[in-house]
Structures are given as C-alpha cells and as structure tokens.
C-alpha cells in the first residue's frame, strides 16, 4: 500500500508583487508569473487555516398544538 499525500504544496510569496506563486506539477518555479521577479530567495507562503465550523442552530420550536373543542354535552337521563 502506498501512504503518500495526495498533493504537496509549495507555495511561496513572491517578494516583488507578494502573490502566492504556488509549484506546478512538482517543479518550483524559478521567476513569478505575474511580475517576473526571482523567487529563489522567496519566503514560504503561510499556510491559511481553515475557517471555523459554526455549529448549526436549533431547530424552531414547533407551535403549540391547538386546543381541542369542547366535549359534546351529557345525554340525559333516561325517561322512566
């Protein structure tokens, strides 16, 4: 069985325009895209964590179950 990440992520911040240059395909990239800039003196780009897990709120309170009607009346007694 193989035990290997998935993806490694090399990103670095470009020190001239300070986007995130990240690696393509394993090889690390020697200029920035964007600006042409070295990166070989580049530092790591901080890792972003991921955003807080907001626990779900608690269902509505369902309304009260209406009133039954009133019992229907007594028979009367019967005739003798």
Sequence with gaps: ?????????ASVVCPGCGKKVS???????????????DL???QPAPDIAAPP?????PPAQAPAAPKAP???PKA?????
């Design 76 to 80: 009367p007694p019967p005739l003798s």
């Design 40 to 42: 070989k003196d580049a």
């Design 53 to 57: 897990v907001i626990p779900p709120a």
């Design 1 to 9: 069985m193989c035990f290997r990440p998935t993806s490694v992520d």
């Design 23 to 37: 690696s393509l395909g394993g090889i690390t990239l020697t200029a920035c895209p964007f600006c042409k800039a």
């Design 70 to 72: 009133p019992s229907a």
